[in-house]
């Protein structure tokens, strides 16, 4: 069975002629990538998060327009000095036809975190959800439509058991990439359930009619080299690539995954009568502790959970990248106490997540904005103190990207307080990580028209008679991931990483 | 002979002759080789009833979440639209598919070797009332048969027969309980099989 090197070494065989001296290629430089890896954390913002309601707020008083354009009275907005950005603490007594009052306050997250993150403005070209979405993790296709996530699995996921994992299915921020030379290793895993999953990550423990480890293998063994090759099926339909495929994972991949005991180590679900795992012989993770002070609501809300789940395999290297975001459902939190109207901030999640923007713009953005803000809050701080072992942090050599699948309509009814928006090609993404210029905004936004524009790839520079294009974002993410590009023809844009 | 016929009587000559000449020891390969994977539940559904079983009672994750249709629904091939949005299989089988496969089936077979023992016998009978050591290894031979008429619905070839008693004897040394993980391991062998899993 050809193992994840021979494929290497295959392709680079096959198409070293027109490829150059990609380290994709390689197999040396895989491993050695490796060894020195970067991680991707995907934060979707699914639905349009509207830049202009987060980093770049624009303060009434800096518009010609500020009635009939997206602006917040001054008195919301929070600036700092020598900062490019500005946040608005809003609240309100409904989320678009949902009673429920809501108060956020986005400043105190930037007090903390805008010195790691970078905004680009981007343009992009759909308003489609699903076709955005898409565009969001390929640069609108732009190098063979190959996925972020997947570029960063190939480089330096060859040795991690599961190096490409989503915890959020059914999005175009999920879908596979369209290049069939990208390894079948370095394809997204849709990890459904993060709480039941790692069950799945050993054939054996937590069973009550176990075997033991050696009785397994050898079982395994009997049936792999004896028994099936014997059946007529197996023997007619040998060739079938999801035979191979089948058979492919029974080897190294099993083997790495039950070798690393992912089914303690990914355990983040606490020992309960509802999930009693050492009435089985399971425990927790050693880091599950950490993990729940830091995402307290893990098992209520499915986006802390998938939050857990991204830092373990963070931590324990099982993965590179990690895909992860609300969904659209409605999420209540039913433990306030009701007078009248839903207690304030018990809707965690509004139904479409940013998407409810078309009914309540102002109170959808800031809700779900600010429920992202908690995420990449909670991760950046268990990543920071994780030790990579070489003086350096696990969060020095990570990058969240919230990545979005378009803006919203920059205008509004004259003097309305909330309203609702369609989607718009005109936005910005945020990126936080310290292999991007930390408080930097790449580009800049018109005040009267709340609409975004471009920066010069390689110098920074703002210019307000440019846009920036999906592949230029695209290629910006790369190359702060040090994600070789040769032969791509991608644009270089050093401006979006760290000198 | 009009040409037509001329052609018919050619392609049934070589189908008799050809180069393929497929024997019941061997079957060809498939050129197409086009198999598909069962979805959890189908697969589920089959083992439960090759083991005599309710679908509900093949496996439970802490004793609380049915294997099949909600701890390794996705990882098994299942769908789940409503709050996942999942609502096609995964085009490529889940890394860890294989490992909740065997997973499943340890858990069932294991089921169905605790109840024979409690009684009546539904599959292992001949292996729990053989004594000696010559009857012992028929029964073995009895129960690898049943084992594959019963998962695979049709009978066991010879090698296949011997495949699964021999498993025995690479358990011996390492069991503590051979005949118990014999069964379990038979069991598990047939219905974690390629034939079982696809189709």
């Known amino acids: 069975m050809p193992t994840r090197r021979d494929f290497i070494r295959g392709l680079a065989a096959a198409t070293g002629a027109t490829a150059g001296s990609s380290l994709l290629l390689d197999h040396r430089a895989l491993a050695q ?69 809501y108060a956020v306050q986005p400043s105190t997250f930037f007090e ?72 079948s ?59 191979l495929e089948w058979k492919d994972l029974r080897g190294t991949p099993q083997q790495r995954i039950e070798d690393a005991d992912l089914i303690t180590k990914l355990m983040y679900a606490s020992d309960s009568d509802s999930f009693p795992l050492s009435a089985f012989g399971l425990s927790s993770s ?21 939050a857990a789940m991204a830092y373990l395999l963070l931590k324990y290297r099982v993965s590179v990248s990690v895909t992860l975001g609300p969904g659209f459902d409605f999420l209540y939190d039913d433990s306030g106490a009701t007078t009248g109207d839903l207690p304030l901030n018990s809707v965690l999640n509004p139904p479409l997540a940013f998407d409810v923007s078309h009914q309540g713009h102002r ?39 919230v990545a979005t699948e378009f803006g919203r309509q920059k205008t509004r009814p004259a003097g309305a307080e909330d309203w609702g928006t369609g989607h718009d090609l005109n936005n910005g993404v945020m990126v936080f990580s310290p292999l991007v210029p930390g408080d930097t905004l790449r580009g800049g936004v018109d005040p009267d028209t709340g609409l975004t524009y471009g920066f010069d790839p390689s110098s920074g520079a703002p210019d307000p008679g440019r846009t920036t294009a999906e592949a230029e974002v695209f290629a910006g993410l790369l190359g702060a991931l040090g994600v070789d590009t040769s032969g791509s023809g991608l644009p270089d844009v050093p401006a979006m990483r760290r000198s | ?75 098994l091939g299942g769908v ?31 089921e169905r070797w605790e109840r024979d023992l409690a009684g009546p016998a539904v599959i292992f009978g001949a292996v729990l009332e053989a004594k000696a050591g010559a009857d012992r290894k028929k029964a ?5 048969s049943l084992l594959v008429q019963r998962l695979l619905a049709r009978q066991a070839t010879k090698d296949e027969v011997a495949a699964l008693v021999d498993l025995y004897d690479a358990l011996e040394d390492i069991s503590e309980e051979p005949d118990r993980d014999w069964a379990i391991g038979a069991c598990m062998m047939v219905a974690t099989s390629t034939e079982a899993l696809f189709y």
Not at chain 1, 127 to 146: D, F, K, S
Request: proline share 7%; charged share 20%; aromatic share 6%.
């Open chain 1, 185 to 243: 290793w370095a394809g997204g895993q849709v990890v459904a359930n993060p709480a039941a999953w790692p069950l799945s990550l050993d054939g054996r423990r937590g069973q009550p009619h176990a075997v033991s480890a050696e009785v397994l293998a050898a079982i395994r063994a009997q049936r792999n080299e004896v028994f099936e090759p014997a059946t007529r099926f197996d023997r007619v339909f040998q060739a079938s690539p999801r035979l």
């Open chain 2, 1 to 75: 002979m009009r040409p037509d016929h001329l052609l018919l009587w050619a392609l049934g000559l070589s189908t008799l002759l050809g180069p393929a000449c497929k024997t019941a020891d061997d079957p060809g390969t498939s050129a197409k080789a086009r198999v598909m994977p069962k979805h959890g539940q189908v697969w589920g559904r089959d083992l439960a009833t090759g083991l005599g079983l309710q679908e509900w009672e093949l496996c439970q994750e802490l004793g609380q979440l049915d294997c099949i249709s909600d701890a390794h629904l996705i990882t």
């Open chain 1, 286 to 306: 050693p880091s599950a502790q950490a993990v729940r002070e830091v995402f307290p609501d893990v098992d209520r809300d499915p986006l802390q959970a998938q």
């Open chain 2, 80 to 110: 789940e639209p409503t709050t996942l949005g999942i609502d096609q299989p995964l085009a490529n089988a889940a890394v860890s598919a294989p490992i909740a496969v065997d997973r499943v089936a340890m858990a069932a077979c294991g």
């Open chain 1, 112 to 183: 903390r975190r805008r010195s790691e993150l970078m905004v680009a403005t981007l343009t992009g070209t759909s308003v489609n959800h699903q076709v955005a979405q898409r565009r969001a993790v390929t640069g609108n296709e732009a190098w063979m439509g190959r996925t972020l996530q997947e570029l960063v699995a190939w480089q330096y996921g060859a040795e991690a058991p599961i190096p490409n994992v989503h915890l959020l299915a059914g999005f175009g921020f999920n879908e596979h990439g369209t290049d069939p030379d990208v390894p």
């Open chain 2, 140 to 144: 073995r031979e009895e129960v690898s």
């Open chain 1, 33 to 101: 990538s490796s060894q020195d890896p970067r991680f991707l954390v995907v934060l979707c913002a699914s639905g349009g998060g509207s830049i202009i309601d987060g980093p770049l707020a624009i303060p009434a008083s800096t518009s010609a327009s500020p009635d009939t354009v997206n602006t917040f009275p001054d008195e919301w907005v929070r600036s700092w000095k020598g900062s490019p950005f500005r946040v608005a603490d809003v609240s309100g007594s409904a989320i678009g036809a949902i009673p429920a009052s």
């Open chain 1, 363 to 401: 109170a959808g953005q800031a809700v779900v904005w600010n429920r992202l803000y908690g995420v990449v809050d909670g991760l950046i701080s268990l990543l920071s103190a994780e030790d990579y072992g070489d003086g350096s942090s696990l969060w020095d050599r990570t990058m969240i990207y």
